[in-house]
């Protein structure tokens, strides 16, 4: 049955993957968003038989992508004026490899995978008529640069009302969708940016109460009747968490200037300059070198080739001694680059964690922050807890999911020193969780918890970090500090999220393609998997499907299964390519519905269609 209901005379909504305005003209219609496209039934309910105008709050895919189904031909569509070439020009980006390599911004993201055609380009004050309905236009960024709200004001009697569609800026009472979506560099590149966009959200919000809408209605979400109430509690929420994430954040020692405002914050982190590393380190770069008594050397990462020559000129004037292996922290680009280089150099093997080697050595299966397209061979894949002697050292390799879930820990025993190598998951002011791209999850035991828990059990005296020269450690007040910020932060984060867990609403990768991207002959065939991570307590019901493009014979069958708790669970999918295609990337959507929540095409992935595919 078709889920609508009757806002004002002529006005309704349709609730479905997305809330769906729709403004009656007798058969016609004008819809304000459009969904995946199930708002047809209620189209059919309400005698609109011609959709003859499509307005957007923004450009993503679960706000657009059914528009083809629902349009009548020749139907006029607005967007934001910010936007206008995301919706008309999507190859252009799909074709751009800024959008898939050595990704640090994170705007525009969740594309449409076919171009839509625009008529009329909206900027703030902008107004229109339909029937007897007036629609003005409002610049509402945050979720988007370049997200617009509309306020329909509808004749009622000698008076009027008005209502106030918002996009995603709101999820119903004191909630967003998404933080990931906030992900925003103000000094910065959104890397850094971390609910970035707040402030730019709670000014939205600050306009949309001036204008005095009666009701709010979000794209996600219940329709909100107390605007005022449901603002209040939203800014109160994000300012809590974002005090919160500061209050232990390694930024403070990276760009202390951006925290100025944040000195006296209940529960910060203390931190101080750190100390100097022992003499037997060398740092250069992203580079730790660490040198045995008998001179035989090992390096962690290697992310230019200027290392690499400064490595071989330390060689050859006897400062260091032969490099025996290099161990790689994380798949980042800045300490991955050159690891081609460091091995044709020095003609030694590479070692890495399990969960780090899977994403180095298969790049193009991933679409991740600052991923790298540089394939690394790993020699030796070493699992949580694997020791080995190497010289008059003990080395231990971890799973250490911080700054990313694919990251490695490397406790270096001998010396006089106990030396967790931590890549980039610590400086001293506390934990790098800025990007939660990459998937810096909370919970207990997950994430940074499980990372302080180790650090914790490792009773290490000195903690490096591969971007600072100074090393440092943190008591077990320091620890349990940080321990008991996390766990505030899954409650309060929990408030401000709609989901039983704020994972979800975190973890941008909870539902992801495998491989992201793969290369394919004309008339060959692809494996396709959808991984999801239940990151509730309870077993959820996964339900998907790739949607292959129009032109290609048949469409892949719904697949379905019950996730684990606190567990992946993997979809298994069999595309078949047919012989005329044309060659070039092509964009393969996946529809999703989880725990019964329709979510529309959620996550894709790219083929690569080529007769040279090998």
Known sequence: MSQWARLARDLYVHQ?????????DGSRGLLIDCGDGDVKGALQDLGIDAIEKVVFTHHHRDQASGFQKVATNGARVGVSANESGLFCDVQRLWEDPAQRWHL???????????????????????????????I??????????????????????????RFLFAGDVIYGYGQVWDLYSLQKGVATRDYHGFMGDRRRLESSLAKMLALQAEVWVPSHGSVVADPEGAAGLLAERL?????????????????????????????????????????????LGT???????????????????????????????????????????????????????????????????????????HPLAWRLPCISPVQVPVDRVVTHGESWAWHEFTVTAFH??????YHGGLLVEGRGHRILFAG??????????????????????????????????AAADLIVNNHVDRAFCFSASATQLMRANLAARERSFGELLPWDHPNYGLDEHWVRCYPYEQRVAPGGRAALSVVCTNHSSRARRLSCRPVLPAAWEGQCAEHVLMVTPKAEGTLDFDISVPRDVRPGRWVIPVEVTYA??????????VLVVSDSHV
């Open 400 to 405: 250490l999911p911080g700054q990313t879930l």
């Open 239 to 283: 300012d809590t968490c974002y005090e919160q994430y500061v209050a232990i954040s390694a930024l403070r020692h990276y760009f202390p200037s951006l925290f100025a405002g944040y000195g006296a914050l209940t529960g910060s982190l203390a931190f101080g300059d750190g100390v100097p590393a022992p003499h037997f380190l060398r740092h």
């Open 136 to 161: 003005s236009v409002l610049e509402t960024p945050g979720h988007t640069d370049g997200s617009v709200s509309y306020l329909v004001t509808v004749p009622d009697g000698e008076g009027e009302q």
């Open 104 to 134: 640090y911004d994170f705007r525009p993201s969740l594309l449409l995978v076919t171009s839509i055609p625009v008529h009329e380009r909206y900027a703030e004050g902008d107004t229109f008529t339909w029937g007897q309905n007036s």
């Open 424 to 457: 980039d998951s610590f400086t001293m002011a506390g934990i790098d969780d800025y990007c939660p791209s990459n998937r810096n999850l909370l919970g207990a035991g997950v994430g940074f918890d499980a990372c302080l828990e180790l650090v914790e059990a």
């Open 16 to 24: 479905g993957t997305i809330n769906v305005g729709i403004l009656r």
């Open 596 to 605: 019964g929540r329709p979510l529309g095409q959620f996550r894709e992935a």
């Open 287 to 361: 580079t730790w070198v660490v040198s045995s008594e008998a001179g035989p050397a090992f390096a962690l990462d290697c992310g230019t080739p200027q290392v690499v020559q400064e490595l071989a000129t330390m060689r050859s004037r006897s400062e260091i001694g032969p490099l025996e292996w290099l161990w790689v922290t994380h798949y980042h680009d800045d300490h991955v680059d050159a690891i081609p280089a460091f091995v044709e150099a020095f003609a030694c093997p590479v070692v890495a964690e399990a969960h780090v080697a899977q994403v180095i050595e």
